[in-house]
């Protein structure tokens, strides 16, 4: 017996050690090394696309599977990313890929990586060893990065000085071609960390045409682009040949150091310098000017711009002028690049349209429950099972079959109910999408958009996603991932020929699940706008151009909106409303939303379309021009559902356009018809526009610097100015001084109302901007400020 007892413990000592042996080996049968670098030269942007390169080293068996990447440009938008891979035993493979942006977050603890043989979908898990974390040096989103395409970086040193004309000395500058063993990108998405990409004596038509078609999505989504003056440019152009904005000729022009001078502010240049006489093309805007010569022009291209010069950007004596960053700081506007990053740091449009949009966009037809409705089915069903049953069984003598009856009828009528009310969720998912977009000259759009899910089943969910266009989906603390845990296991993104597959996982029945991304369209259409304002009447016309109805088409200038009506599919609206206005002008920030929700379903779509308003509008943020909207029930965005849906899309339109303005007589200008910007000039300060609309603001102690613009084109129309006031709002902690152009310096304003009456035109620059130096504090109380009110009286042409 004891004996027995042995061998039976030997047995199953040996049968553990069986079940343990193999797991250790499996668990050692895919060793895999990964190694992931981030960005440019080790620098990055957090919340912008960002590069990955990653190394993975194979030191077990083969190995085929899927790879997770699990990182995210959002805590609100977050998907991982998977991609396929083959390696074989003791391999080593690079592959690089592009992290649609990445947040600045410690709520995770899941590793950066996750490996799965076969798929992610059905496939085991396999440890690996090496990054868990991305490190890397992470700027603030507010930075502004200059991409250099040059043979020799020392031709454009000029450029790394140009922190000092920027808010916040915010500056980086990445000679792609001398960075070791950096290949430029096939894809736009290789660019998106860049704010600017210089072009010096390089020929575009020498790239690669996926090269260049990479880069002319970038300037179409955004960029934008310099060109220096070279020989024969417009043979070496390649894909931006009918997109440059000058054509250069043989003659040579002086400028004088003076006319340098006086361009670039107040810099230094100690000789004159020859450029190219040129003359500008359709559509090309003047940026630098010396009296009728050219120095350098911009043409919009998409959403984005080229900047090209009569000059080249390299050359000497003029690229070791000392004043020659403060001419480029001008020529591509770093002060506006610069603050336009601040000011939408740490606010990205999907996070916005998460917190803004997503909500109303949830709220389905469907979920509406009729009282009146469940009202009637009660008082009907207390008359069928009291009075009128008990009548029809007593007529037929068979009362004893109540008591299965009335069950029988309740359990029918319950099912009955169910279906009519959930008929709509039943047979196939519901989808409400909303996208707001700008449209672009050239007929293109560019936006965003957010898609809501109501499911008709458990499970996965997978939409198929085009080119020009990325989706995300958004967090829910109900369905969808928390604070911590693996990316992947809630949705992924994986990448195909077609663009791109987004899988929402593990969704609940009859649940809601939102996503959202950028969306572009090319050639889809736009509005010939023709509308002049005079003795404060708007007449003209509105063609559409698009290829279905616009409704509620809506004119925005500043804070006064006109509805003109709807326009048929390439029809024409004319135009023959009262404005109460000057001027037309660039819309104001709008920073009221209606957060009451919709009682009834017919209040859900106008409530979508003021959210979308409200979101579209800083689109437009540097157009400074007024705007049309409008909004169709159709769907745009390249996402589809891979099951049938039933689709509920409306898509919202804004169109900035050069407004007419005949003057007649003295006005008078108040501030809401100026343009404000701040730039800080001291170091840690900080400001944050609360309230366009109101003049609110909230600054921190420190030295500013306020730009005060005029509508575009509105000087064209004024013969004289005869007075200027400057109001100061906050005494207490606010000291004015004012920019004199023709002594090149600061004026300080006593008076808390300044009043100027003589050769006011000295006091507004080039671009018909004030510049009102602000020193603000010291503030005790940390309450709002208003920034100074200016007041301009003259008479028009």
């Given at each position: 017996?004891?004996?027995?007892?042995?061998?039976?413990?030997?047995?199953?000592?040996?049968?553990?050690?069986?079940?343990?042996?193999?797991?250790?080996?499996?668990?050692?049968?895919?060793?895999l090394?990964v190694?992931?670098?981030?960005?440019?030269?080790?620098?990055?942007?957090?919340?912008?696309?960002?590069?990955?390169?990653?190394?993975?080293?194979?030191?077990?068996?083969?190995?085929?599977?899927?790879?997770a990447?699990?990182?995210?440009?959002?805590?609100?938008?977050?998907?991982?990313?998977?991609?396929?891979?083959?390696?074989?035993?003791?391999?080593?493979?690079?592959?690089?890929f592009?992290?649609?942006?990445l947040?600045?977050?410690?709520?995770?603890?899941?590793?950066?990586?996750?490996?799965?043989e076969?798929?992610i979908?059905?496939?085991?898990?396999?440890?690996?060893?090496?990054?868990?974390?991305?490190q890397?040096?992470?700027?603030?989103?507010?930075?502004?990065?200059?991409?250099t395409l040059?043979?020799?970086?020392?031709?454009?040193?000029?450029?790394?000085?140009?922190?000092?004309?920027?808010?916040?000395?915010?500056?980086?500058?990445?000679?792609?071609?001398?960075?070791?063993?950096?290949t430029?990108?096939?894809?736009?998405?290789?660019?998106?960390?860049?704010?600017?990409?210089?072009?010096?004596?390089?020929?575009?038509?020498?790239?690669?045409?996926?090269?260049?078609?990479?880069?002319?999505?970038?300037?179409?989504?955004?960029?934008?682009?310099?060109?220096?003056?070279?020989?024969?440019?417009?043979?070496?152009?390649?894909?931006?040949?009918?997109?440059?904005?000058?054509t250069?000729?043989?003659?040579?022009?002086?400028?004088?150091?003076?006319?340098?001078?006086?361009?670039?502010?107040?810099?230094?240049?100690?000789?004159p310098?020859?450029?190219?006489a040129?003359?500008?093309?359709?559509?090309?805007?003047?940026?630098?000017?010396?009296?009728?010569?050219?120095?350098?022009?911009?043409?919009?291209?998409?959403?984005?711009?080229?900047?090209?010069?009569?000059?080249?950007?390299?050359?000497?004596?003029?690229?070791?002028?000392?004043?020659?960053?403060?001419?480029?700081?001008?020529?591509?506007?770093?002060?506006?690049?610069?603050?336009?990053?601040?000011?939408?740091?740490?606010?990205?449009t999907?996070?916005?349209?998460?917190?803004?949009?997503?909500?109303?966009?949830?709220?389905?037809?469907?979920?509406?429950?009729s009282?009146?409705?469940?009202?009637?089915?009660?008082?009907?069903?207390?008359?069928?099972?009291?009075?009128?049953?008990?009548?029809?069984?007593?007529?037929?003598?068979?009362?004893?079959?109540?008591?299965?009856?009335?069950p029988?009828?309740?359990v029918?009528?319950?099912?009955?109910?169910?279906?009519?009310?959930?008929?709509?969720?039943?047979?196939?998912?519901?989808?409400?999408?909303?996208?707001?977009?700008?449209?672009?000259?050239?007929?293109?759009?560019?936006?965003?958009?957010?898609?809501?899910?109501?499911?008709?089943?458990?499970?996965?969910?997978?939409?198929?996603?085009?080119?020009?266009?990325?989706?995300?989906?958004?967090?829910?603390?109900?369905?969808?991932?928390?604070?911590?845990?693996n990316?992947?296991?809630?949705?992924?993104?994986?990448e195909?020929?077609?663009?791109?597959?987004?899988?929402?996982?593990?969704?609940?029945?009859?649940?809601?699940?939102?996503?959202?991304?950028?969306?572009?369209?090319?050639?889809?259409?736009?509005?010939?706008?023709?509308?002049?304002?005079?003795?404060?009447?708007?007449?003209?016309?509105?063609?559409?151009?698009?290829?279905?109805?616009?409704?509620?088409?809506?004119?925005?200038?500043?804070?006064?909106?006109?509805?003109?009506?709807?326009?048929?599919?390439?029809?024409?609206?004319?135009?023959?409303?009262?404005?109460?206005?000057?001027?037309?002008?660039?819309?104001?920030?709008?920073?009221?939303?209606?957060?009451?929700?919709?009682?009834?379903?017919?209040?859900?779509?106008?409530?979508?379309?003021?959210?979308?308003?409200?979101?579209?509008?800083?689109?437009?943020?540097?157009?400074?021009?007024?705007?049309?909207?409008?909004?169709?029930?159709?769907?745009?965005?390249?996402?589809?559902?891979?099951?049938?849906?039933?689709?509920?899309?409306?898509?919202?339109?804004?169109?900035?356009?050069?407004?007419?303005?005949?003057?007649?007589?003295?006005?008078?200008?108040?501030?809401?018809?100026f343009?404000?910007?701040?730039?800080?000039?001291?170091?840690?300060?900080?400001?944050?526009?609360?309230?366009?609309?109101?003049?609110?603001?909230?600054?921190?102690?420190?030295?500013?610097?306020?730009?005060?613009?005029?509508?575009?084109?509105?000087m064209?129309?004024?013969?004289?100015?005869?007075?200027?006031?400057?109001?100061?709002?906050?005494?207490?902690?606010?000291?004015?001084s004012?920019?004199?152009?023709?002594?090149?310096?600061?004026?300080?304003?006593?008076?808390?109302?300044?009043?100027?009456?003589?050769?006011?035109?000295?006091?507004?620059?080039?671009?018909?901007?004030?510049?009102?130096?602000?020193?603000?504090?010291?503030?005790?109380?940390?309450?709002?400020?208003?920034?100074?009110?200016?007041?301009?009286?003259?008479?028009?042409?």
């Amino acid at each position: 017996m004891k004996k027995t007892n042995i061998t039976a413990l030997i047995l199953l000592f040996m049968l553990v050690i069986s079940f343990i042996l193999p797991m250790e080996q499996a668990k050692a049968a895919a060793t895999l090394e990964v190694q992931a670098k981030v960005g440019v030269s080790g620098k990055a942007k957090y919340e912008s696309l960002v590069p990955l390169h990653v190394t993975v080293k194979n030191n077990g068996a083969d190995f085929s599977g899927d790879m997770a990447i699990n990182a995210s440009g959002s805590y609100q938008a977050a998907s991982a990313l998977v991609l396929p891979i083959d390696i074989a035993a003791g391999e080593e493979k690079t592959f690089d890929f592009y992290l649609d942006g990445l947040a600045d977050y410690s709520y995770s603890d899941a590793d950066l990586f996750a490996f799965y043989e076969g798929s992610i979908e059905k496939g085991k898990k396999v440890d690996y060893k090496g990054t868990k974390r991305l490190q890397g040096n992470f700027l603030d989103p507010a930075s502004v990065f200059i991409y250099t395409l040059t043979d020799k970086s020392d031709r454009l040193s000029a450029f790394l000085r140009l922190s000092q004309f920027a808010a916040q000395n915010n500056v980086e500058v990445f000679n792609l071609k001398q960075i070791k063993e950096y290949t430029l990108p096939e894809e736009a998405q290789g660019f998106a960390m860049a704010n600017i990409i210089v072009i010096d004596e390089i020929a575009i038509a020498d790239l690669s045409q996926k090269q260049q078609q990479a880069l002319s999505k970038w300037v179409q989504d955004g960029g934008t682009l310099l060109v220096g003056a070279a020989d024969q440019i417009n043979a070496t152009a390649g894909i931006f040949k009918e997109d440059l904005p000058l054509t250069l000729s043989q003659q040579m022009i002086s400028i004088s150091a003076d006319s340098l001078s006086k361009l670039s502010g107040g810099g230094i240049f100690s000789q004159p310098i020859s450029v190219y006489a040129a003359t500008e093309n359709q559509g090309s805007i003047p940026v630098l000017t010396d009296n009728n010569t050219i120095l350098a022009s911009k043409k919009k291209v998409g959403s984005g711009e080229i900047i090209q010069t009569t000059f080249s950007l390299g050359d000497q004596p003029l690229a070791s002028m000392e004043g020659y960053a403060a001419l480029m700081a001008k020529t591509v506007n770093i002060q506006g690049i610069s603050q336009q990053g601040m000011m939408m740091r740490g606010q990205s449009t999907i996070n916005q349209v998460s917190y803004d949009l997503r909500d109303v966009n949830e709220l389905f037809p469907s979920f509406e429950v009729s009282v009146s409705y469940i009202l009637i089915v009660i008082i009907l069903y207390i008359l069928i099972i009291g009075p009128v049953l008990y009548f029809v069984l007593k007529k037929i003598d068979k009362r004893e079959h109540a008591w299965w009856i009335i069950p029988a009828i309740s359990v029918v009528l319950s099912i009955a109910l169910f279906i009519i009310g959930a008929k709509d969720r039943i047979v196939q998912p519901q989808v409400q999408q909303s996208a707001f977009y700008k449209v672009n000259e050239d007929s293109s759009l560019n936006g965003y958009y957010v898609e809501s899910i109501l499911t008709n089943r458990s499970g996965d969910f997978v939409v198929n996603v085009d080119k020009d266009t990325s989706a995300f989906g958004l967090r829910n603390y109900n369905n969808f991932s928390g604070t911590t845990g693996n990316l992947h296991e809630t949705s992924y993104i994986k990448e195909n020929a077609n663009g791109s597959t987004l899988t929402l996982r593990n969704l609940s029945y009859w649940s809601v699940q939102s996503f959202a991304g950028k969306s572009a369209a090319q050639n889809i259409g736009k509005m010939d706008i023709d509308i002049t304002l005079k003795n404060e009447k708007l007449t003209g016309t509105i063609k559409n151009n698009f290829p279905f109805a616009l409704k509620d088409v809506t004119l925005i200038s500043g804070i006064k909106e006109v509805k003109l009506g709807d326009i048929e599919a390439n029809g024409t609206l004319k135009v023959d409303n009262e404005l109460t206005t000057t001027v037309l002008q660039k819309p104001s920030t709008f920073t009221s939303y209606n957060y009451n929700y919709p009682t009834k379903k017919e209040e859900v779509n106008p409530l979508r379309i003021e959210r979308m308003k409200s979101l579209a509008i800083p689109l437009v943020e540097n157009e400074k021009k007024p705007v049309i909207t409008a909004w169709a029930d159709q769907a745009i965005v390249g996402v589809e559902l891979e099951t049938s849906a039933n689709m509920s899309p409306i898509s919202y339109f804004i169109q900035p356009f050069d407004g007419k303005v005949e003057l007649s007589g003295p006005f008078t200008m108040k501030r809401n018809n100026f343009t404000y910007s701040v730039n800080p000039q001291s170091t840690n300060s900080y400001y944050e526009k609360m309230d366009e609309q109101l003049n609110k603001w909230q600054l921190s102690d420190g030295l500013y610097e306020v730009s005060i613009a005029m509508p575009d084109n509105f000087m064209s129309s004024v013969q004289t100015l005869n007075e200027l006031t400057v109001s100061n709002k906050d005494v207490n902690r606010m000291q004015l001084s004012i920019w004199n152009n023709e002594t090149k310096n600061y004026e300080p304003l006593v008076d808390t109302k300044q009043v100027f009456t003589d050769h006011i035109t000295k006091y507004f620059n080039e671009d018909s901007e004030l510049l009102i130096e602000v020193k603000f504090g010291p503030d005790q109380t940390g309450e709002q400020t208003k920034l100074p009110e200016v007041e301009l009286k003259g008479v028009a042409k």
